[in-house]
């Protein structure tokens, strides 16, 4: 299973329909989007997968957020996410709250994290976690997404 993540859209429609274009001619099966999303028109432009959004530091109108998020058919996880996709157990959350993160990047239980926050692309493994930012698609120099590979555990950095 081919997934693909973002992070920082910072309700940025332009940057974020570049991104959906990426994604669909990569032909992913689900996405995440890693927090800060800002706006209520971002959740409908990624209605075409099963998405998984997490609040970021930037996300004020929580309420307004989950709704677009839920009314366009996506899941809200809040702040975290812990779900598995293609029989991987993944955590899915901003990073601005650095206990939550060191404690998600360290316990060895998930196979995959995703983060934001810091727009910045990266990727490194802690034991058998794979710990990924795919970058941003607002404020960063090239404006970044990622793939990942569940079955191999292999991510890619995409620049827009």
Same mark, same amino acid.
């Given at each position: ?8 859209t910072?309700a ?6 570049s991104?959906? %274009?990426m994604l669909?001619s990569l032909?992913?099966? +689900? ?5 800060d999303?800002?706006s209520?028109e971002i959740?409908p432009?990624l209605?075409a997968w ?6 970021g530091?930037?996300?004020n109108?929580l309420d307004s957020?989950r ?10 996880? +809040?702040?975290?996410?812990d ?8 955590a ?9 993160f %060191?404690?998600v990047?360290t316990s060895?239980?998930y196979d995959?994290?995703c983060?934001?926050h ?9 034991g058998?976690?794979?710990i ?19 079955d191999t ?8």
């Open positions: 299973m081919r997934i693909g993540v973002i992070s920082d910072h940025h429609i332009h940057n974020t329909r991104a959906v %274009r669909e032909d992913v099966e +689900a996405v995440l989007h890693c927090g999303i800002c209520t959740p432009l209605a099963p998405t998984h959004f997490v609040y530091n930037c996300d109108d957020l709704a677009a998020i839920e009314t366009a058919g996506l899941t809200c996880h +809040a702040l975290f996410g779900f598995e996709l293609g029989g991987r157990r993944i899915q959350l901003h990073s601005h709250d650095i206990r939550l %060191r404690r990047t060895g239980e995959l994290v983060y934001g810091t727009h910045v692309a990266e990727q490194h493994r802690a058998r976690t794979l990924l930012n795919p970058g941003a698609l607002y404020r960063a120099d090239p404006h970044t997404l990622a793939i990942v590979e569940l555990l292999e991510a890619t950095i995409v620049p827009l």
